[in-house]
T-cell receptor, first 115, second 114 residues
Framework: AQSVTQLDSQVPVFEEAPVELRCNYSSSVSVYLFWYVQYPNQGLQLLLK??????LVKGINGFEAEFNKSQTSFHLRKPSVHISDTAEYFCAVSDPGGSQGNLIFGKGTKLSVKP | TAGITQAPTSQILAAGRSMTLRCTQD?????MYWYRQDLGLGLRLIHY???????GKGEVPDGYSVSRANTDDFPLTLASAVPSQTSVYFC?????????????FGSGTRLTVV
């Protein structure tokens, strides 16, 4: 079965610094990949998605992610973070072996942006 | 505003009692899902429904049941709550007929079983 690993449970960073949140998935077969953001006491919002085509995907709020098939990774990056980016970020992958449309989520990375 | 509505927002429930968490969407998405979110464990799928009239079990279905009588509603029932069901529950939907293009999530129900 498909699985997703987010290597860092917490990432502290200073405002205006760059950040990378790491995500690796287990399967080398064709997958769809997603990043979601959850602000405190809210539901999850879609940041960006990779379905096919260009391996560099741009999302909302200045975030981007790069799909690397050989390393089965989909790391999320932002060149300069803001205080408002403080949130929990979830990587997710479609499960080709599961029910159509089911996503498997990583355990999340809490991004804390400090002034 | 189009999206998913979950109710209640929060609830404290005595162990052994039953409860139904409500979820309604107005996007005509065919697929709906229930997840629970626990600290350090991320989101785990409880049950899903690919279309009205069908349901399936996810990763952690024990102690929960669902029904999908129509496209818009997907209630989650706890027949006899236990403290380990204390969690934040999220309902989500997607138009999976055209591929897993991402989910729309509700704002969640915070449930405490005492």
């Amino acid at each position: 079965a498909q699985s997703v690993t987010q290597l860092d449970s917490q990432v502290p960073v200073f405002e205006e610094a760059p950040v990378e949140l790491r995500c690796n998935y287990s399967s080398s077969v064709s997958v769809y990949l997603f990043w979601y953001v959850q602000y405190p006491n809210q539901g999850l919002q879609l940041l960006l998605k990779y379905l096919s085509g260009s391996t560099l995907v741009k999302g909302i709020n200045g975030f981007e992610a790069e799909f690397n098939k050989s390393q089965t990774s989909f790391h999320l990056r932002k060149p300069s973070v803001h205080i408002s980016d403080t949130a929990e970020y979830f990587c997710a992958v479609s499960d080709p072996g599961g029910s159509q449309g089911n996503l498997i989520f990583g355990k999340g990375t809490k991004l804390s942006v400090k002034p | 505003t189009a999206g998913i509505t979950q109710a209640p927002t929060s609830q404290i429930l005595a162990a052994g009692r039953s409860m139904t968490l409500r979820c309604t969407q107005d996007m005509r998405h065919n697929a709906m899902y229930w997840y629970r979110q626990d600290l350090g464990l991320g989101l785990r799928l409880i049950h899903y429904s690919n279309t009205a009239g069908t349901t399936g079990k996810g990763e952690v279905p024990d102690g929960y049941s669902v029904s999908r009588a129509n496209t818009d509603d997907f209630p989650l029932t706890l027949a006899s709550a236990v403290p380990s069901q204390t969690s934040v529950y999220f309902c989500a939907s997607s138009d999976s007929s055209t591929g897993p293009y991402g989910y729309t999530f509700g704002s969640g129900t915070r449930l405490t079983v005492v």
